[in-house]
């Protein structure tokens, strides 16, 4: 079904003064509501909100791109890099579609990427709202950052992407999710880039959302399910915490919310944007 669904999406790129960025897109025509952007995690991509464009496309302009180094995107130059790396890369997208302003939705290691370019170009957020961060390990001892890098790293070299899809992508969903939910965040996953990967995981060890987002102070949101294993709702509760808002726990839910409770985590975005634009009068916020 999937599959199916994301006909109607297919991929798209695009030249910017990064470089390709490959992406997808629905509703373009909706110009007068607030565009959205999905940013995907570590071991997905842009399809994995196939669910998300078809509704929120209805309404609404969204787009949801392959992060540098995922799909065609160009990766980012630095072997090391840090969240202001990728968020230069997001500008640059940005800029090429001429979107100026959006609401920015990151899922796990996106929501460092939507926290860092928050902080930096806070003029550009409508809106940020982080479905199950990653928070980062860079402001844990040299020790730590350097065991998670490695042991992810390890675990790539020796499974790749197939191998990485079979043992990780279970970690992903509840209990509750049926199979083929568990089937799309397999076949997301399989379709990773080692080396955009790789550097991905650089990115991990080096983030410190926590910080980034505490210098934004426009409309913010954060959200996890309820049966999150891999960032769950104590580890986010500090990242809420950073943003001065209440933590919002999905029932039934795992990390991948959004693929296996599509219509929940639809309504959270939907609602969150109505929020923001109830506040608003010729696009300017009140």
Excluded at 13 to 28: L, S
Excluded at 256 to 283: N, R
Aim: glycine share 8%.
């Amino acid at each position: 079904m999937n599959i199916e669904t994301l006909a109607r999406f297919p991929d798209m790129q695009i030249d910017t003064t990064h470089g390709i960025t490959g992406y997808r897109e629905a509703g373009a025509l909706h110009s007068r509501a607030l565009p959205v952007v999905l940013l995907h995690g570590i071991g997905s991509g842009a399809a994995s909100w196939v669910r998300q464009l078809d509704a929120l496309g209805a309404k609404r302009r969204v787009l949801a791109w392959d992060a540098p180094g995922y799909g065609v995107s160009t990766p980012v130059r630095a072997a090391s890099p840090v969240a202001s790396d990728y968020a230069n890369a997001l500008r640059a997208w940005l800029d090429a579609l001429d979107i100026a302003r959006c609401v920015l939705v990151g899922h796990s290691l996106g929501a460092i990427i939507a926290g860092s370019f928050a902080a930096a170009m806070p003029e550009r957020v409508a809106g940020l709202l982080l479905i199950s961060p990653a928070a980062g390990y860079g402001a844990a001892s040299k020790d730590v950052r350097e065991s998670k890098r490695d042991a992810r790293l390890k675990m790539l070299d020796e499974l790749g992407p197939q191998g990485l899809a079979q043992e990780r992508s279970a970690n992903m969903v509840s209990p509750f999710a049926d199979d083929p939910a568990r089937d799309w965040v397999r076949w997301n996953m399989a379709r990773i880039v080692p080396a955009g990967y790789a550097q991905a995981t650089h990115l991990l060890a080096n983030a410190d959302l926590a910080t980034d987002i505490a210098r934004f102070h426009g409309r913010m949101a954060v959200a996890v399910g309820a049966e999150d294993a891999i960032t769950p709702p104590a580890a986010c509760a500090p990242i809420a915490q950073a943003a001065h808002v209440s933590l919002q726990v999905i029932p039934r839910a795992g990390h991948a919310g959004y693929v296996e409770s599509p219509a929940a985590y639809t309504a959270l975005i939907d609602s969150f944007c109505q929020g923001i634009e109830c506040h608003m009068k010729d696009g300017v916020p009140q």
